[in-house]
């Protein structure tokens, strides 16, 4: 279904993806990248994740993963493995009850630590790091975007039927 999305949203073999997620849908995504009909295919630079269990799924080598997990949110640790420490993955956790600003504070619960938009002011707050994790990963997003001033967003919802 992933794969006729893709080709249905008209990604092209040699076009660089960016795949990025929320919550538990990290790990279809994480599965799809990992799929060696998908890897034979397309060309999926990086997998952006946000408060995703992925830690027990193998990604293949250069393929950039950055994997943003809150202290206070039990979704990532879902899997019962921790995220490998590799070259390629990068596992930024913040731990919201230290933040600055309050609404992180505010957020720093089970419940409240997992909705997205906390999420985006954690990825927010990596901009401009100079961490070589988080470059190599800003540099696998660069190719992805190769200066665009504007990207192509694409959603589809997957329905499930009875048979």
Request: no cysteine.
């Given at each position: 279904?992933?794969?006729?999305?893709?080709?249905?949203?008209?990604i092209?073999?040699?076009?660089?993806v960016l795949?990025v997620v929320?919550?538990?849908g990290?790990?279809v995504?994480?599965r799809?990248?990992?799929?060696?009909?998908?890897?034979?295919?397309?060309?999926?630079?990086?997998?952006?994740?946000?408060?995703s269990?992925?830690?027990?799924?193998?990604l293949?080598?250069?393929v950039?993963?950055m994997?943003l997990?809150?202290?206070q949110?039990?979704?990532p640790?879902?899997d019962?493995?921790?995220?490998?420490?590799?070259?390629?993955r990068?596992?930024v956790?913040?731990?919201?009850?230290r933040s600055?600003?309050?609404?992180?504070?505010?957020?720093?619960?089970?419940?409240?630590?997992?909705?997205?938009?906390?999420?985006?002011?954690t990825a927010?707050g990596?901009?401009?790091?100079?961490?070589?994790?988080?470059?190599?990963?800003?540099a696998?997003?660069?190719?992805?975007?190769?200066?665009?001033?504007?990207?192509?967003?694409?959603i589809?919802?997957g329905?499930?039927?009875?048979?």
């Amino acid at each position: 279904v992933v794969e006729q999305a893709m080709r249905a949203a008209g990604i092209r073999p040699d076009e660089p993806v960016l795949v990025v997620v929320h919550s538990q849908g990290g790990l279809v995504a994480a599965r799809v990248v990992a799929d060696p009909a998908i890897q034979s295919h397309y060309d999926v630079a990086a997998v952006l994740t946000a408060g995703s269990p992925i830690g027990g799924i193998d990604l293949p080598d250069g393929v950039q993963v950055m994997s943003l997990e809150h202290s206070q949110d039990a979704v990532p640790a879902l899997d019962g493995r921790p995220n490998p420490d590799t070259p390629f993955r990068t596992t930024v956790e913040r731990d919201l009850s230290r933040s600055a600003d309050p609404r992180d504070r505010a957020a720093a619960s089970p419940f409240g630590a997992h909705p997205l938009s906390v999420y985006e002011r954690t990825a927010r707050g990596l901009e401009g790091s100079d961490d070589p994790s988080v470059q190599g990963f800003t540099a696998a997003l660069d190719r992805v975007l190769a200066g665009a001033v504007s990207a192509r967003t694409t959603i589809f919802q997957g329905v499930r039927t009875a048979r």
